[in-house]
């Protein structure tokens, strides 16, 4: 073996060991275990010695008659050149505000360096045990109450609990941004023209809290700019009434003439239903007329005690015996997307970042789910056009969990013999636990943060228990420099003010 191989391999050892023992230490004392004999040979010295050992075959395979390989630079994988079903979408701007940072920018550079959840400090689970929560720093649930009162009164109180209220603060600055980028991107011409609805922007509005010296002035014959909102499932339709006024008098706030958009707000499952809205909008039987953007917002908070007591007695907590159940998080994202003919019209320097190569499959089982998931990731590459060559990075919404880090380490050993599955791969879910309908909008915004300096991205959707999905983000035609105060440092507000 050359040295080369052989120190690649002592650090997979080094690097697989360790991960795995910090894992088990850390849950142990969390959760207040006293291990025994047989624990510590089982966690500590068979698991990783699994787990190595499923590397190894995966590695063997991806060598096989069937690995997927590029024939030289510039060329793209060996698969069928399969054209895809759906279309490429451009991603115009994004934001979002995670416990990891409130620009996309600075959370992909937190993901460099991922630090994990801690313990919260009042929230219990059904033993009375401290749980591991991903919270945001600085939202006060009670600022966002009053502003909801000023739009329907008599059903604030009653239909938004703490870990809506919260979900409303994150949503907050994350909508308003993009409100104002879909206004200067439906109507530019309209920022050097005050017009007569500027007089109108100056009236009290109900966004006591909106930045309205940003107000761009009244859009008259803006193209449709139609508003999507997804929240937790269990928010009852009273709340998603309330959260579709808001968004519209924030939306009229920003500039945006009543009959240029429409506004609304669904329930979600959890990541995959996201997923599910994004295929739709790729659907060429599903687009309508160029000139048509989707503003895609999500936001979802289980920072509260009936959220983990929720958790808790579902069994989806991580808890003493339950090592793969979920880190309760929160945040808010969003996209600004337009069909890809949409932009053909538009100065060469504004082309923004391509989302395509969309795939979605079942999610594998054991030994069986790397390879599964490494078949959509070689899919996608085909579908986007893209090289194994191009791809230097792959972002995931993997969590704690061991499964799903050795799912994505076998795809990635599978489909990208030449990268590093633990140094070129960043996981969301790793810092910012469940995000729900979030995760997914919070990964293409960081995804094409990173796109614009490093080429392009796949994305790898893990969250679901059952379905997985993958696409590619990647630079536009554009000069690249243009974008990046839309994409990358236009930064949310540490907290939104009353």
């Known amino acids: 073996m050359k040295a080369a191989g052989a120190l690649r391999a002592t650090a997979w050892v080094v690097g697989v060991f360790a991960v795995v023992w910090l894992t088990t230490i850390v849950a142990w004392r969390a959760l207040g275990s006293d291990p025994t004999a047989m624990h510590l ?3 500590l010295l068979v698991l990783p010695l699994a787990v190595l050992s499923g590397i190894w075959l995966l590695r063997r395979r991806g060598r096989g008659p069937q690995a997927v390989a590029a024939t030289g630079p510039g060329v793209p994988v060996d698969v069928p050149a399969v054209p895809s079903p759906l279309s490429p979408l451009r991603l115009c701007a994004s934001a979002l505000w995670l416990r990891a940072g409130s620009s996309p920018a600075e959370v992909a550079n937190a993901l460099v360096r991922p630090e994990r959840p801690p313990l919260h400090g009042h929230l219990r689970d059904q033993a009375g045990l401290p749980v591991f929560a991903a919270a945001v720093d600085g939202v006060d649930p009670e600022s966002m109450r009053s502003v909801l009162k000023a739009v329907v009164a008599e059903d604030a109180d009653r239909c938004f ?10 949503l907050d600055p994350v909508a308003e941004d993009l409100l104002f980028a879909a206004a200067a991107t439906l109507a530019p011409a309209a920022a050097n023209d005050p017009g007569p609805g500027a007089d109108r922007m100056r009236m ?15 859009v008259l014959d803006a193209p449709t700019l139609r508003v999507r909102l997804l929240v937790a499932h269990d928010w009852p339709g009273a709340a998603r009434d309330v959260a579709a006024a808001w968004l519209m008098a924030k939306a009229t706030a920003v500039g945006l003439a009543a009959g240029s958009f429409t506004v609304e707000v669904s329930s979600a499952e959890g990541a995959f239903d996201a997923w599910t809205l994004m295929a739709r909008l790729m659907d060429p039987q599903e687009q309508a007329a160029p000139g048509e953007h989707h503003l895609v917002l999500a936001t979802h908070s289980a920072i509260g005690a009936g959220a983990i007591a929720r958790l808790d007695g579902q069994r989806e907590l991580l808890v ?5 159940g ?12 337009t069909e ?3 932009m053909n019209h538009a100065p060469v320097d504004a082309m923004p970042i391509q989302l395509s190569g969309l795939r979605q499959g079942p999610a594998g089982q054991g030994r069986g789910a790397g390879r599964l998931l490494g078949e959509l990731l070689v899919d996608a590459m085909a579908a986007a056009g893209t090289t194994t060559e191009a791809i230097r990075l792959v972002l995931t919404d993997a969590d704690h969990r061991p499964s799903r880090a050795i799912e994505v380490a076998g795809a990635m050993t599978a489909a990208l013999p030449g990268l590093d599955a ?18 997914p909008l919070a990964l293409l915004a960081v995804a094409a943060s990173r796109a614009i300096d490093d ?12 379905r997985r999905t993958v696409l590619a983000v990647s630079p536009g035609p554009a000069a690249v420099d243009s974008i990046k105060p839309l994409l990358s440092d236009a930064a949310v507000p540490e907290t939104a003010a009353a």
């Open 455 to 466: 080429g392009p991205v796949l994305v790898a959707s893990v969250a679901d228990p059952r």
């Open 161 to 170: 609990d703490e870990e809506r209220l919260r979900a409303m603060v994150l």
């Open 320 to 324: 003493s015996g339950h090592p793969e």
């Open 340 to 342: 890809q003919q949409a």
């Open 326 to 337: 979920r880190i309760p998080g929160e945040g808010a994202a969003g996209v600004l997307l």
């Open 422 to 439: 633990l140094e070129d791969s960043f996981h969301l879910g790793v810092v910012c636990g469940d995000l729900g309908p979030a995760g």
């Open 41 to 43: 040979v089982g966690f």
């Open 204 to 218: 009290q509005t109900t966004m006591h809290h909106s930045r309205s010296s940003r107000a761009a002035p009244h």
